[in-house]
């Protein structure tokens, strides 16, 4: 039987949200405690595969989000200048028949908002905004967390779904640095209607090259076009997704690009051309206590070459979920939980850095040698699209 008592999660984006209103379905107490004053998310999209589709399907959420984003018709990955095509992952109607769930590309703050909606529907004091976890305590009944004007909440576990800079994750496991990658990442969001037919694609697209490659998919219905450009830097001290840098910067690193990018980049607002610090950890195998434990970025912060960082807050919320309403008790529940994550999360940090070197490679024909070695399709349906975190079973030992 499940232990009863108020969870307490640290973060109110994506992953703490998720992790809230699958817990409040299952019919927990939960309290989300977010730093900022307001709930919003940056403007950057995001992409929905399958195994998180399947999360959003069980909390009925799956028709707005198809609704506010896009179903791109394909994943291509190219060559940088000449656009062509090395592979192709089919997605559109063929995905769906395939998965149950669409694929689906979305703005973070739409996303974000349907996922505050759904928890506030679920429980409207749930979150608590202006509030962020200093630390914790745990004893053999329970968290008391430390808030940062010092006050105090006490609840029968703690999640951490504080990202990266995660608090939480300090508490567990000590102070273990985040190390640049060696790439900064560039995010632009452009209004469609400024680029010419020819470039308002309706696929999503990877631009493989020497040192650098980007990202272009549609948002909005496809009235908008994102695009994001990851860049080999030797350092970079800035890591804020939100410090505008100059555009000329921008489009600097992408000269002599194909035009679809150059075109993107020149219609891009001057002022909201975005770059940040990619920083990495090591996987660990261990990050829970007895009552206390981890999801997303605070636990396995994954590189952004595989579009999964995301999805596996969100697998990581469904699976702590089923294990909590399962039992016996919070300690049981917690161990079950990252026993039957921490191998595929860590598969997922592992292959997200291989895909930086793959996407990378030095020149044309080392691109079109490493992808003829590989069929980016079959791989991916078969182990990631594949997986379902609403079901799968979850193994004692």
């Known amino acids: 039987m499940a ?4 969870i307490l999660v640290a973060g109110g984006g994506i992953g703490g949200l998720t992790a809230a209103a ?14 900022a004053s307001v709930l919003a998310e940056v403007g950057a999209g995001i992409q929905v595969s399958a195994n998180a589709g399947r999360v959003y399907r069980s909390l009925g959420l799956m ?14 990955f190219r060559i940088f200048d000449s656009g062509e095509v090395l592979q192709t992952i089919p997605l559109g ?18 996303l974000h908002r349907l996922l505050v909606d759904k ?15 200093a630390s914790f305590a745990e004893d053999g009944d329970g968290v008391t967390v430390t808030l940062a004007d010092g006050s105090t909440e006490r609840g029968a576990a703690l999640i951490g779904a504080d990202g990266i800079r995660s608090v939480v994750r300090r508490g567990i496991a000590g102070p273990t640095e985040a190390a640049y990658t060696g790439d900064a990442v560039w995010r632009v969001v452009v209004p469609m209607d400024r680029l010419p037919p020819e470039h308002r694609s309706r696929t999503t697209d990877i631009w493989a090259g020497p040192g650098r490659h980007a990202v272009t998919y549609a948002l909005r219905g496809g009235t908008l076009m994102n695009l994001v450009g990851c860049v080999e830097h030797a350092q970079w001290e800035d890591e804020s997704w939100t410090t505008p840098r100059p555009w000329a910067e921008m489009r600097a690193d992408f000269d002599g690009w194909h035009p679809m990018i150059t075109t993107i980049i020149d219609q891009a607002d001057r002022d909201q051309c975005f770059r940040w610090a990619l920083r990495d950890r090591e996987p660990i195998r261990d990050w829970s206590t007895a009552r206390v434990t981890l999801l997303g970025d605070a636990a396995h912060p ?18 702590l979920a089923r294990a909590l309403a399962r039992g016996p008790g919070i300690p049981a529940a917690i161990a079950l939980y990252q026993r039957n ?3 595929r999360t860590a598969r997922i940090v592992n292959e997200s850095r ?6 990378h490679l030095p020149d044309v024909a080392a691109l079109r040698a490493a992808f003829d070695k590989r069929d980016m399709n079959a791989e991916r349906s078969a182990w990631l699209f594949s997986y379902d975190p609403t079901t799968v079973e979850l193994l004692d030992a």
């Open 63 to 76: 028709d707005a989000i198809e609704a506010a984003g896009v179903l791109p018709d394909a994943y291509h």
């Open 341 to 343: 994550r921490v191998d």
């Open 354 to 359: 291989a895909n930086r070197a793959l996407f």
């Open 119 to 133: 928890v506030r529907s679920l429980d409207p004091a749930a979150v608590r905004t202006g509030s962020a976890v």
């Open 3 to 6: 232990e009863t008592g108020r």
């Open 302 to 319: 994954t590189l952004p070459y595989m579009a999964q960082g995301a999805a596996m807050a969100v697998e990581d919320a469904a699976v």
């Open 93 to 110: 109607t063929g995905y769906r028949e395939r998965h149950g769930v669409p694929y689906v590309t979305i703005h973070r703050a739409d």
């Open 22 to 35: 699958t817990l409040l379905q299952a019919g927990f107490e939960v309290a989300v405690f977010e730093q």
